[in-house]
């Protein structure tokens, strides 16, 4: 019987292993990285790797004629009569011989490169479409390395990312593999069947790297890399490049192929610099070897990254289709250096000139139950690029340090020794933790200075509390309890509150919450004045905003998705409010100026409550329509993907009752609108329409009104200006009637600025924007804007800067606006 077993396993291992194998390399030995082996007449090929090592799958024995094609090298025929397997075949690849002996240069004349442009140009549609609709197998390899990562970074421990990097900062950060089957329609329906999933050192992971964000199209006039990028051959590419024709040479079928460099007319621009090579007669794309820079794409950290794409020519299709393409980058910031490459080959294409009608559907990725637990034997008959000795090398220390990693005993041993308590950590905070359960609880201690703030109400106020959280990486569910005590010390007042939330799922999203206790909270429940700024300008300028009132309340809530793309919540709360006066006159710095009041109506009378005592419930009904949402299916959950062809809705209902006096009732509806769209290569364009109306409420309580985001700090705290008044009062236009919002904003991403002399190696960009608010018995109020985002130095580009002028019934005021984009992280 075991005989008979080890003869199974043997005949399994001969078909598993059905490969073609070696070595490519020049004429001097040294190997030639990524080099594409096809076969003959087929898209059935893959790459060879970084030593240039390549193994091709094959599943009959026979004989075969292998295609070796690598940019810089003449293409090579090699026939092999297979008669068993493994079969090796080593080969040498000569240069190529890039020649311009049969063109004529003439001195002052147009390079001849041009014309062949404009031909890819005008061709480019007729090319696009030959590929635009097809299957095929997909395989995506990703290394991620860092280099020289301190041990602190700004006094936080940052660790070795479980045994990643040795003693010098140095190693693979992420290492990954992925393979699928897709079916694509130009320019972005995808259906993928992700068959196999592999991390490395974590046997329980889900590779990122699919197929979605493969599709750099240079046949598209832009190449999406965040920012929309100016392809070589788009439409109005000669305004971006100047083109220079280096050679010609003859592939394998004896075509013609002109490799052109293409040089940026305006550096900042987002261009590409390298080569394009064309394919005479047919202007098809032959390969692609491009690069770009990180300022031009406004990531400044990322310092480059290099494009190269391949493509297999059939003579029975007479379609080019791309085959390989690789993505490396490098980035650094803080003396931390970052590399990585993305490798992605495709194979066995089946063209189609039409799909069915459901082929394509939202759901544009669905992981297979057990992706991730494939064994070696099949990683080695499906992967079609053989692994280095560093990536072989990865998976075997972190797969045995993840074995140890993952024990109870290990676990346990590194929670005890961080779960041993210290007197000063009743000041500091203390956190105990079963990792190997996936608990903890945490004491943020009672010297919590990132709570620390400063208010009239309250004067100086902390935090502290305790929190648990648990989770199931399996399933989904997460649970939270999280309580807060916060004191006021002008105030002399001792708050608490807590809260509990529990994700049943990452399906469906269920969530049940719950909460109650005593706040201090901002009239407007948006807080459009945070802490940090709140307490720079008060101390500091006397300026103190924000207007609060107490709450004392109980909560419950519920939501989930119950339809693709349709998300809703509901809650249910019982409050008693009442109003809180000034306890405090203290400032920093000395001036002549008083503080106001904290009635948002009255601020120069300290003597009138801002609202009666009084006390409702309230429930709250709401929806988010995202229209075309996308998804990916995985074993342990959903992962939604917003489709930005399409405008998000939202609506809600909300019903003040059971109130102690009659008045305070009240019904509430709301609308909103929201929308981005890129506009080419011109820019960002993004809308936000809100709107409501109240109903028998009269006279309802200042706490529910409709109040607004105005801004009289003249400082922004978030990216886009969609939710704000950068120049209105922040309690003026509050209304219990109705009201309609409009704020629209538009970022150039360089596209006039790029173009300006000396303003261009600024980088910044160009924002213009209008904003709106209409309500009962008052003129509209109008804001008009226009600044510059992307403001910063070298690789901290954190900062805008806007000047805005506001209207209502005629010219109101103006001023500038610092955005501070960091204090949206910090807050």
Known sequence: ??????????????AVFAQIKGKVTDKSGQPIPYTTVIIENTYNGTSANDNGLFELIVK???????????????????????????????????DENYTLSEIVIKPNKEDPAYAIIRSAIKNRKVNSYKTDKFEADFYSRGIFRAKNIPKKFMGVEIGDFDGALDSTGTGILYLSETVSKIAFEKPNKIKEEIIASKVSGNDNGFSFNTAQGTNYDFYANYVDLGINMVSPIADNALTYYKYKLEGVSYDDHNQLINKIKVIPRRDKEPVFEGYLYIVEDSWAIYAVDLNSKGYRMQQPILEDITYTQSFNYNPSTKIWAKNQQTIDFKASIFGMGFTGKFTHVFSNYVFRDQFEKKTFT????????????????????????????EEIGDYKKKDSIQTIRKSQVYLDSLDAKGNKFKIQKLLTGYTYKDTYHKWSFSYKGVLDLTSLGFNTVQGWNLDSGFSFLKRNEDNGKYTSINSTFNYGFAEDRLRINGSAYHRFNTTNYAAISASGGSSINQFNPSNPITNLVNSVSTLFFKDNYAKYYNREYAKIGYSQNVLNGVFVNGSLEYSARKPLFNNTD????????????????????????????????????????????????????????????????SFGYEKGFAANKDIYNYDFVTGQMDFDKTLGNKGDFAIRLKGGKFFNADNISLVDYKHFNGNQTHIGTTDKYLNVFNMLPY?????????????????????????????????????????QLNVPDLKPYQEFTVGFDNVGFGKFRLFRIDYVRSYQNGFQTDGIVFGMKFLNIIN
């Open 1 to 14: 019987m075991k005989q008979l077993f080890l003869f199974t396993v043997l005949l399994v291992s001969a």
């Open 60 to 94: 009959e024995k026979g004989k075969y004629t292998l295609i070796f094609q690598s940019l810089g090298y003449k293409t090579k025929k090699i026939t092999a009569q297979i008669e068993q397997f493994p079969h090796t075949v080593n080969v040498s690849l000569e």
């Open 362 to 389: 939202n759901e544009i990725a669905k992981i297979v139950k057990d992706a991730n637990k494939k064994d070696t034997l099949f990683w080695n008959e499906s992967r079609p690029v053989p692994l280095t000795d």
């Open 586 to 649: 203290y400032v920093l710095i000395k001036n002549d100026k008083d503080y106001t009041s904290n009635h948002p109506l009255l601020p120069f009378d300290n003597s009138v409550p801002a609202i009666e005592k009084h006390n409702l419930m309230k429930a709250n009904i709401g929806t988010r329509i995202r229209f075309g949402n996308k998804y990916i299916t995985r074993p342990d959950g959903k992962i939604n993907i917003p489709n930005n062809d399409y405008p998000t809705l």
């Open 731 to 771: 309690y003026t236009n509050s209304t219990n009637d109705a009201f309609i919002e409009t704020h629209m904003e538009h970022n150039d991403k360089g596209f006039i600025m790029n173009k300006i002399p000396l303003l261009n190696k600024l980088q910044w960009n160009l924002v213009v924007g209008f904003h």
